[in-house]
T-cell receptor, first 113, second 114 residues
Framework: NAGVTQTPKFRILKIGQSMTLQCTQD?????MYWYRQDPGMGLKLIYY???????DKGEVPNGYNVSRSTTEDFPLRLELAAPSQTSVYFC????????????FGNGTRLTVT | QQQVKQSPQSLIVQKGGIPIINCAYE??????FPWYQQFPGKGPALLIA?????SEKKEGRFTISFNKSAKQFSLHIMDSQPGDSATYFC?????????????FGTGTLLAVQP
């Protein structure tokens, strides 16, 4: 099993451009999440999904959108990229709600200039 | 309050030393406290977790100590090795609810020198 796969690994965007960060998991997990990681700030939840067709905002959703059309895929869309969105983005999944381990992908490093 | 305060930000120890990373929380509704380990270029991975009904949990060289009255918990790494060099995140979560909402600490960058 590949686990959680994120693409691309790196990306540089100009201000105002848009892009989609891809995330797919092959563990048949219902729960999926997008986090951003900034130096000294830990991990902040952007959006999450409890199953196909169901998404909800996390702590820092502004400037992002998500969709969940299948159990496997949970893409994150950045519209009108801003320098404040420069970060490392992690997708994660879990089997259950509550105290179930999060399985993270290896991240996408995004720079907006 | 939803914060989890983690210290120190960075830590350097010699091989064989016992690094200690501390975390504190305020929300008494938190009842699950995991630690995640992150190597450079990788995503975090669950290392060890504890519930507040026990004061200590050991898994190999890693130990969580939990002080419910002080609302603090800490990670100890016994006989640390250079391969333990990584960033460590504590986290806290309130059980129940419809979603998994971990609150992460700010991370501790550990370097174990040979």
């Amino acid at each position: 099993n590949a686990g959680v796969t994120q693409t691309p690994k790196f990306r540089i965007l100009k201000i105002g451009q848009s892009m989609t960060l891809q995330c797919t998991q092959d563990m048949n997990h219902n729960y999926m999440y997008w986090y951003r990681q900034d130096p000294g700030m830990g991990l902040k939840l952007i959006y999450y999904s409890v199953g196909a067709g169901i998404t909800d905002k996390g702590e820092v959703p502004n400037g992002y959108n998500v969709s969940r059309s299948t159990t496997e895929d949970f893409p994150l869309r950045l519209e009108l990229a801003a320098p404040s969105q420069t970060s490392v983005y992690f997708c994660a999944s879990s089997y259950l709600q509550g105290n179930s381990p999060l399985h993270f992908g290896n991240g996408t490093r995004l720079t907006v200039t | 309050q939803q914060q989890v305060k983690q210290s120190p930000q960075s830590l350097i120890v010699q091989k064989g030393g016992i690094p200690i990373i501390n975390c504190a929380y305020e929300n008494t509704a938190f009842d699950y406290f995991p630690w995640y380990q992150q190597f450079p270029g990788k995503g975090p991975a669950l290392l060890i977790a504890i519930r507040p009904d026990v004061s200590e949990k050991k898994e190999g060289r890693f130990t969580i100590s939990f002080n419910k009255s002080a609302k603090q918990f800490s990670l100890h790494i016994m006989d640390s090795q250079p391969g333990d060099s990584a960033t460590y995140f504590c986290a806290a979560q309130r059980d129940g609810g419809a979603t998994n909402k971990l609150i992460f600490g700010t991370g501790t960058l550990l370097a174990v020198q040979p």
